[in-house]
């Protein structure tokens, strides 16, 4: 049985408490912020499991398709999420995007699962949205990746601070350095893009709604099609 699978059935477990209608909210909070820490943990032990570990695994490759509309605005948030699990993005173009994800098969896995759901998460976000102009929409999605980002790193460096510090920092360096490798050898001529924003409100609107959502994978309530990271190469 995969460490994931025993994870994912604990957080499960916390979001069922926080997501019940019974729930009181104080609790609520508790049991999401928990669910929230043990996703951020669960990448450092294995980090620290893998460095012990006379087996080494290699980082993978999976492939993932980004539908319009707004596609390069959803690889923020697939960046997001990716880059605080020691994931790294590579993006193929076009309005309709295929990406390459690499990295070790558990975080994969965690990517997958929080992505789809901050995925859902962000469109219940727009869906209540005043405004509806493309360019509001594009950069609403873009706060809400950055906003999600910036929480990500900071339950990142907290959970490492607490694991113990220096050790835990030289495996996911490690961790981290397997991975550019891996990246380097499959991509070697790659290129960083930029990206844009024309409407400033819709930024700000997506970053308050970003400041909410829930940072643990589950069903958040929120309904809509799954999307796969699928084993393969670019």
């Known amino acids: ?35 929230e820490r043990l996703i951020v943990k669960h990448a450092i032990d294995e980090a620290l499991l893998s460095a012990r570990s006379e087996t080494r695994r290699r ?35 076009g309005e309709a995007s ?35 102009g493309r360019a509001y929409r594009r950069a609403f999605l873009i706060g809400f990746a950055a906003e999600v980002g910036d929480r990500l790193r900071q339950a990142r460096v907290a959970a490492v601070a607490a694991s113990g510090g220096v050790s835990t920092e030289v495996a996911l360096r490690n961790r981290d350095q397997e991975v550019t490798e891996v990246l380097e050898e499959n991509f070697p001529r790659l290129r960083t893009s930029r990206i844009s924003i024309s409407d400033r409100g819709g930024l700000i609107a997506g970053r308050k709604s970003g400041a909410a959502a829930n940072l643990a994978t589950g069903d958040n309530g929120l309904s809509g099609a799954r999307a796969s990271i699928a084993r393969g190469g670019s």
């Open 1 to 35: 049985m995969q460490v994931a699978d025993t994870v994912l059935a604990r957080i499960r477990k916390l979001l069922a408490v926080a997501e019940h209608p019974a729930t009181p909210p104080a609790e609520a909070e508790s049991a999401a912020r928990a669910a």
């Open 98 to 132: 295929r990406a390459t994800l690499v990295g070790f098969d558990s975080d994969l896995r965690m990517v997958d699962l929080l992505y789809t759901s901050l995925l859902l998460q962000a469109a219940s976000g727009l869906r209540r949205q005043s405004s509806s």
């Open 59 to 93: 980082p993978e490759l999976r492939s993932l398709v980004i539908d319009a509309p707004y596609a390069s605005a959803k690889v923020v948030l697939l960046s997001a999420v990716a880059s605080a699990h020691g994931v790294r993005v590579i993006t193929h173009g």
